[in-house]
């Protein structure tokens, strides 16, 4: 069946260090994957979406990869800073049911 | 600033109690996912709907759950009767997709907090 992993265990780094979440998925073909990020008491909100012919995509701080020999999606965000703390997720898109990861949490400390 | 709005945002009741559930998507967006989210699972896909039509439902308990979308305007999820086990947050997600494709980029909605007793 169809599997999205993230890592379950917050990632803490301290401020203005490049923080790197990771997306692995397997039984997919995703045509593109989309990354969200979600804060606590709302709703997940879009950041980027990368499709499977491109290796890579930017948006101010953040980068994301997208491996499809791999299977796998990176999510960096570069000079991280306190607001960048929420949780990550990643979704693998395309002709398919949409399904999400259960994300990251990502801890930013000044 | 287009927005997907739900109510209500809290909803606390009682077991064996008919909850109703709303959404307004964005304006234009043909497709409208609802989603449960819990610490346990994440955030579960229940049913999608494209032009109004269910697309999928297979993530939903069809005894007790169901969702429509009377007009394009409004999507309802409503559970009855309502047991313990459904404390969750409801979102509520739209966004414009292309046949054959699941939609791109979902904008959701501030959720529903539904305890149920």
């Known amino acids: 069946s169809q599997k999205i992993e993230q890592n379950s265990e917050a990632l803490n780094i301290q401020e203005g260090k490049t923080a790197t979440l990771t997306c692995n998925y397997t039984?997919?073909?995703?045509?593109?994957l989309q990354w969200y990020r979600q804060d606590p008491g709302r709703g997940p909100v879009f950041l980027l979406l990368?499709?499977?012919?491109?290796k890579e995509k930017r948006k101010e701080r953040l980068k994301v990869t997208f491996d499809t020999t791999l299977k796998q999606s990176l999510f960096h965000i570069t000079a991280s800073q306190p607001a960048d703390s929420a949780t990550y997720l990643c979704?693998?898109?395309?002709?398919?049911?949409?399904?999400f990861g259960r994300g990251t949490s990502l801890i930013v400390h000044p | 600033d287009a927005r997907v709005t739900q109510t209500p945002r809290d909803k606390v009741t009682e077991m064996g109690q008919e909850v109703t559930m709303r959404c307004q998507p964005i304006?234009?967006?043909?497709?409208v996912f609802w989603y449960r989210q819990t610490m346990m699972q994440g955030l579960e896909l229940l049913a999608y709907?494209?032009?109004?039509?269910?697309?999928?439902d297979s993530g939903m308990p069809k005894d007790r759950f169901s969702a429509e979308m009377p007009d394009a305007t409004l999507a309802t999820l409503k559970i009855q009767p309502s047991e313990p086990r459904d404390s969750a947050v409801y979102f509520c997600?739209?966004?414009?997709?292309?046949?054959?494709?699941?939609?791109?980029?979902?904008?959701f909605g501030p959720g529903t907090r539904l305890t149920v007793l």
């Open positions: 990368i499709r499977e012919n491109e």
């Open positions: 979704a693998p898109g395309g002709s398919y049911i949409p399904t």
């Open positions: 304006l234009g967006h043909n497709t």
């Open positions: 997600a739209s966004g414009l997709g292309l046949a054959g494709e699941s939609t791109d980029t979902q904008y």
């Open positions: 039984n997919y073909s995703p045509a593109y």
């Open positions: 709907f494209r032009n109004r039509a269910p697309l999928d």
